[in-house]
T-cell receptor, first 114, second 110 residues
Framework: DAGVIQSPRHEVTEMGQEVTLRCKPISGHNSLFWYRQTMMRGLELLIYFNNNVPIDDSGMPEDRFSAKMPNASFSTLKIQPSEPRDSAVYFC????????????FGQGTRLTVV | GESVGLHLPTLSVQEGDNSIINCAYSNSASDYFIWYKQESGKGPQFIIDIRSNMDKRQGQRVTVLLNKTVKHLSLQIAATQPGDSAVYFCAENADTPLVFGKGTRLSVIA
């Protein structure tokens, strides 16, 4: 298995632009997580899905952030409009169950908003 | 209060020595714990896990100890190697997905 696949690996965008991050979870996993990692706050959970349904989005910082999971093999995290403080590494992870099992992480997308 | 930045604690260990990385978790209802290793430019990678009905679990060169009384978790790495240099995170799981600690940077001195 190729593991969790994220794209792009790096994204540089101007403030105010829309940014879309993509994730393909491991086949057969039914839970998907989006995390954000910064020097200031470490690894923070933004949102997670079980069976393509958003379960908890309380970690999403603002209405500018939205996430979708249209099917079991694809998820997006969108920021519109982007701001410099959104600069971070965004990780997608998947697991075979929502809790009680390890989550497998992708390589992350490093987002820089200038 | 809030720190200006996330200053990771750093553990420097001589190659070949044993390393012990500690973690205090917050939720007494957590029943599953994981240690992850994160190398520069990569996502966190699973090392070892332990459930709350155990107090010790061993893997290859790694051992995790769990003390539920004081809510403490430790990762022991035997015969530390340069490839072990990374940031190590503990994560806990109760009713919500994994909640990560702040991490410890392990630096191996050759």
């Amino acid at each position: 298995d190729a593991g969790v696949i994220q794209s792009p690996r790096h994204e540089v965008t101007e403030m105010g632009q829309e940014v879309t991050l993509r994730c393909k979870p491991i086949s057969g996993h039914n839970s998907l997580f989006w995390y954000r990692q910064t020097m200031m706050r470490g690894l923070e959970l933004l949102i997670y899905f079980n069976n393509n349904v958003p379960i908890d989005d309380s970690g999403m910082p603002e209405d500018r952030f939205s996430a979708k999971m249209p099917n079991a093999s694809f998820s997006t995290l969108k920021i519109q409009p982007s701001e410099p403080r959104d600069s971070a590494v965004y990780f997608c992870a998947s697991s075979s169950r929502g809790r009680g099992t390890e989550a497998f992480f992708g390589q992350g997308t490093r987002l820089t908003v200038v | 209060g809030e720190s200006v930045g996330l200053h990771l604690p750093t553990l420097s260990v001589q190659e070949g020595d044993n390393s012990i990385i500690n973690c205090a978790y917050s939720n007494s209802a957590s029943d599953y714990f994981i240690w992850y290793k994160q190398e520069s430019g990569k996502g966190p990678q699973f090392i070892i896990d332990i459930r709350s009905n155990m107090d010790k679990r061993q893997g290859q060169r790694v051992t995790v100890l769990l003390n539920k009384t004081v809510k403490h978790l430790s990762l022991q790495i035997a015969a530390t190697q340069p490839g072990d240099s990374a940031v190590y995170f503990c994560a806990e799981n109760a009713d919500t997905p994994l909640v990560f600690g702040k991490g410890t940077r392990l630096s191996v001195i050759a």
